[in-house]
């Protein structure tokens, strides 16, 4: 195990629709943008107005795009030689180590300092913020991705409630990103992944997000699927926006 201090969630955006997923996610989130940085300018830091940052943007050249995760530990390298011991593959390493889970998921392992969750934002009466990175995993290689990420981050795996389809990581307490799995319909395929938001009024902030460009796709009994105007799948749940635990989802 890893003993993960922090997760940062990055949103990989096509170079050719940046500007139209920064300003959206700023708005969603209600998050500041750092400046550029990187040797192509192309990453940048949604800032939260208090806590410690933990959602960046990195301008992707060609591909759709997607979502991968930095897990912050106190030492990359050790960390990756643990990642690569229990079926991972290390892809590059530019000062931080650039991983890939058994199936095919890329994840980061890095060492910046964080330790203040945010909290949610306020919006005209109701609350919410991103606090889930769902895994999508085909069916084939759910098992072994659930027990690779179980072992790597020692994070106690457990069933979800909401369907069976799902389970979930029990993050410690601190940590803004949970990890949930869920296994896709389709046998085949490399691992994906896509957002969720905690909201304390589902609807209240489905239409905010309806308003700020986004179409809704699907209505569940706890969560509601929409697409992003660069046309990324997302979810609003109903779990407690404030709740530091893993409650729902």
């Known amino acids: 195990m890893i003993a993960p201090l ?3 969630a990055f949103l990989d955006l096509p170079a050719s629709s940046f500007d139209a997923g920064r ?3 700023c708005d969603v989130t209600g998050y500041e943008l750092s400046p550029p940085r990187g040797e192509r300018r ?4 949604l800032v939260p107005p208090n806590g410690d940052d933990y959602l960046r ?4 050249a060609d591909g759709p795009g997607g979502i991968h995760f930095d897990i912050h530990v106190a030492s990359p390298h050790e960390a990756a030689d643990i990642a690569v011991s229990l079926g991972a593959d290390k892809v590059a390493d530019r ?10 998921f890329t994840f ?3 060492s910046h300092p964080a330790s203040v969750r945010p909290a949610p934002a306020a919006w005209d009466g109701h609350h919410s913020i991103v606090d889930q990175v769902c895994l999508d995993i085909p069916a084939a290689a ?3 991705e659930c027990a690779f990420w179980a072992a790597l981050t020692d994070w106690e795996q457990t069933p979800s409630p909401v369907a069976p389809d799902f389970s979930r990581l029990n993050r410690p307490p601190g940590i803004p990103i949970r990890l949930l799995l869920q296994r896709l319909g389709e046998r085949s395929g490399s691992v994906r992944a896509h957002l969720d938001l905690a909201t304390d009024d589902r609807l209240s902030e489905t239409l905010r997000h309806a308003r700020l460009g986004a179409a809704v796709l699907a209505e569940h009994s706890r969560w509601t699927v929409l697409r992003d105007p660069v046309g990324a799948t997302y979810c609003i749940t109903d779990r407690d926006p404030f709740a530091d635990r893993f409650d729902l989802g």
Do not use: H, K, N
Request: charge should be neutral; proline fraction near 3%.
């Open 6 to 8: 922090w997760i940062s």
């Open 23 to 25: 300003s959206f996610w």
């Open 42 to 45: 192309e990453f940048a830091t």
């Open 57 to 60: 943007l990195q301008r992707v």
């Open 95 to 104: 000062g931080y180590l650039v991983m890939r889970s058994p199936g095919g």
């Open 108 to 110: 980061c392992l890095v």
């Open 142 to 144: 759910y098992d072994a």
